[in-house]
């Protein structure tokens, strides 16, 4: 697999800091610092909201979800009255889900959700397994209870989600799971990488997956919680187990759209 140049690379620092089982994981305040460098505008303490924030929060969330579906179009007006912002506002919006590769810009067609192959899946799944694998390896026997007790919160709210059938909530909890995981791992550029996997992820799983069946394995992030108090080999067999399964749920089946108007219904309405 060739190796991409970037920055960190030509300035000597390291991308996967050597795991040191002595040294104790970010405190608060340094979570929060974090989550400062995440594409996440809700994460940004402090920063005001502004429309175009939350025009590019809830395409994202939307994507990340699955209300949106492969191919969707994405028109500045239609988006515009949606949130009650500019197409100024919401073309700054798509602008920057198209940088993240959230989305797709057309040339004198506006914007649409990707459109992923099965073959897609090879590289997406190669990516997660590569940077989760050792997020789990550096996390495992090194989180505090409190840290544990998040992780096992969001795997059983999961599950309950999904049990309830309230699938969109069962998608963002397992979305959460894996980005908490990586946020305690405490490396901004690994974060950055998964913020960007999840969505393509998702248009994955929206396309290909077969119908029926929990979200994301959610009693694998029970097992994953279990694997993090045991050894590094553990956790990151654990982990690649769980994404092992993830892609192999993946089938030749297309699932049906919605309607844009209702796709937005609950960012639109959510409060500030």
């Known amino acids: 697999m060739g190796c991409i140049m970037t920055d960190e690379h030509r300035s000597g620092t390291p991308l996967l800091p050597k795991a040191d089982p002595d040294m104790p994981l970010r405190t608060a305040a340094e979570a929060q610092a974090v989550a400062d460098l995440t594409s996440d505008p809700q994460a940004r303490a402090g ?7 939350r025009v590019y929060e809830a395409v994202y969330q939307a994507v990340l979800e699955r209300r949106l579906s492969p191919g969707e179009r994405l028109r500045e007006q239609e988006l515009a009255e949606q949130f009650n912002v500019s197409r100024t ?3 700054q919006a798509l602008q920057r889900l198209a940088q993240e590769q959230v989305i797709e810009l057309l040339h004198n067609r506006g914007a649409r959700v990707p459109i992923p192959s099965l073959e897609d899946a090879d590289s997406v799944f190669e990516a997660r397994r590569v940077v989760e694998c050792e997020i789990a390896r550096q996390l495992a026997g090194r989180l ?3 840290q544990l007790q998040t992780l096992q919160q969001l795997a059983h709210a999961e599950s309950e989600a999904d049990r309830q059938g309230q699938h969109a909530q069962a998608i963002r909890l397992s979305g959460e799971f894996h980005q908490a995981m990586a946020r305690m791992h405490g490396n901004p550029v690994l974060l950055r990488w998964l913020n960007g996997l999840l969505p393509t992820t998702s248009l994955l799983m929206s396309r290909f997956k077969s119908q029926g069946g929990q979200v994301c394995v959610a009693h694998r992030h029970v097992d994953l919680v279990a694997a993090l108090q045991k050894n590094p080999a553990a956790a990151g067999a654990e982990m690649r187990k769980h994404l092992n399964e993830l892609e192999q749920s993946l089938t030749a089946t297309t699932a049906p759209r919605r309607q844009l108007r209702d796709v937005f219904q609950a960012y639109r309405d959510s409060p500030e």
């Open 47 to 53: 920063a005001p909201i502004t429309g175009a924030d």
């Open 89 to 91: 506002l919401v073309r």
């Open 144 to 146: 505090t209870a409190e």
